[in-house]
């Protein structure tokens, strides 16, 4: 066993607030908006009509529930720092996003422009401004709070040393702030040997048999347990049913690595974790799938026409720079392991891999001045929507990889192939979530990546990598 110390973000949902503290701070959220759209509408009808807003107005109360509705689809009443990922702040965003396309396509088709000065389109416009940063500020202030009043957690890990030992690495290089402590190896061959260990001047003591006991002592967040659940005893696993049943927190590591990492690593996984799991919806839902190939085709076709005043320039400033096509193809791994031609903005000097395939590395060489440029904002990528429109491809999904580099990483990744269920994307959860890497352990890390999209696929999901992708390019941190 192992129990671990930790003062990190990832333990948001496991703060140990009291219910009402909580329930307060989501009241005075809500009030929170409803006080910031009425301000907020108030404001606009003044600068467009020089009028007061009219408490009386019903539109109003359904404008403010519409609002209140779509904050609430994406979250950020929920008082998790993070969700798949996305801030409290950029949820609010999403929602304000979402509840303004609602509120349009609703107005539109039901003819109410014009009826009332509140749903007309400049009043609208005008007070979404003020309401986002309004919005935001209050998550933005929330989110401070819980980072400073989070409190200590502590875990039971009952599993192998050295994966728990791996377990606390990975802590460490995602900057987790996380000490695990070795107290009792429970998967050893003799687990009636009774284990002495001096950590900070404390010797902690224990065995199988007094493990109820042991929990008892000391207040914990909860028990993590390793892959090989089945090696438990029948009184082990009583034991923790009792524990679940009492409101004690019981993870397998891939799952807490999933809900807290929003990654799952392929280590931590075995055959009948997928048998029983939940989600990967998208391999087997219909709906899901079709809607996702419907999105795709209407949003590749505008932005290719979109895209053009840009995609013209670029081409002739690739023909400039260096000798060689404006374009490059390359042979990627699609859909069921099918192999496709992908399209790119030639990014590199021609005859680059004369020395045989390469990994690209984020200074590399190979790369001209243009190149370097059209990279950095992921310009290079347009072409690839060519690819989706031809159904080759999804917006966002796993990577595709060369065949070359597949034969490699399939023999040392385990369920490397899974990636492959789903359609490759020109973005996708890796892509935004892990810094720019080329080696065998940078395709282990995006892989634990993709499997959390692909089990988590959402629309929800897709609208929040399409967000941090576009603060990549405008961040300049495109990879």
């Not at 003591?205 to 438990?232: H, M, P």
Request: proline share 4%; hydrophobic share 45%.
């Amino acid at each position: 066993m192992f129990y671990s110390k930790q003062r990190s973000k990832y333990l948001s949902t496991l703060l140990m607030y009291s219910r009402t503290s909580r329930m307060i701070i989501v009241c005075l959220l809500v009030v929170g908006d409803v006080i910031g759209l009425l301000v907020c509408f108030n404001l606009a009808l003044q600068i467009r009509v020089s009028e007061t807003l009219d408490l009386r107005t019903p539109i109003l109360y359904g404008l403010i529930a519409m609002y209140l509705f779509g904050l609430y689809l994406t979250d950020t009443y929920k008082l998790n720092r993070e969700v798949s990922g996305v801030r409290l702040s950029e949820r609010a965003v999403i929602g304000i996003l979402v509840t303004i396309v609602g509120v349009t396509c609703g107005i539109y088709f039901t003819g109410l422009w014009g009826s009332e000065p509140i749903v007309g389109r400049s009043v609208l416009l005008i007070s979404v401004c003020p309401f986002s940063i309004w919005a935001v500020s209050s998550r933005m202030i929330v989110d401070r709070w819980l980072r400073a009043n989070q409190q200590i957690g502590r875990f039971l890990v009952l599993g192998n040393y050295q994966k728990v030992v791996d377990f606390r690495r990975e802590h460490r290089r995602l900057n987790f702030r996380t000490e695990f402590v070795p107290f009792f190896d429970y998967f050893a061959e003799d687990t009636s040997v009774e284990r002495n260990l001096e950590i900070g001047g404390n010797t902690l003591l224990d065995t199988v048999d007094n493990f109820d006991s042991t929990w008892k002592q000391q207040y914990w967040s909860g028990i993590l347990i390793d892959g090989a659940e089945r090696n438990l005893s029948e009184q082990m696993i009583r034991e923790l049913m009792d524990m679940r049943l009492k409101g004690v927190y019981v993870y397998s590591i891939a799952d807490f690595c999933e809900q807290f990492w929003q990654k799952i690593p392929p280590k931590y996984i075995q055959d009948d974790w997928f048998a029983f799991t939940s989600g990967f919806n998208i391999l087997h839902n219909r709906i899901k799938v079709k809607l996702k190939q419907a999105i795709d085709l209407v949003v590749a076709g505008v932005m290719l026409i979109v895209t053009l005043p840009i995609t013209i320039p670029v081409a002739i400033a690739i023909k400039l720079n260096s000798k060689g096509p404006i374009f490059y193809s390359q042979v990627r791994t699609g859909l069921n392991g099918k192999k496709f031609r992908v399209h790119k903005f030639r990014s590199m000097y021609q005859n680059a891999e004369a020395r045989g395939i390469q990994w690209a590395t984020e200074k590399d060489p190979r790369i001209t001045p243009v190149g370097s440029f059209i990279r950095l904002t992921r310009i290079d990528e347009l072409p690839q929507l060519w690819n989706v429109f031809k159904g080759e491809m999804s917006l966002i999904g796993p990577r595709p990889e060369r065949p070359e580099f597949d034969l490699q990483l399939r023999e040392e990744i385990p369920y490397y192939d899974v990636r492959y269920l789903v359609k490759p994307g020109i973005t996708g959860w890796a892509q935004v979530c892990y810094p720019y890497g080329a080696s065998v352990e940078d395709a282990y890390q995006k892989v634990a990546y993709d499997l959390y999209y692909i089990k988590n696929y959402s629309i929800f999901l897709d609208l929040a990598i399409a967000i941090k992708t576009l603060r990549v390019v405008v961040l300049g941190k495109g990879r």
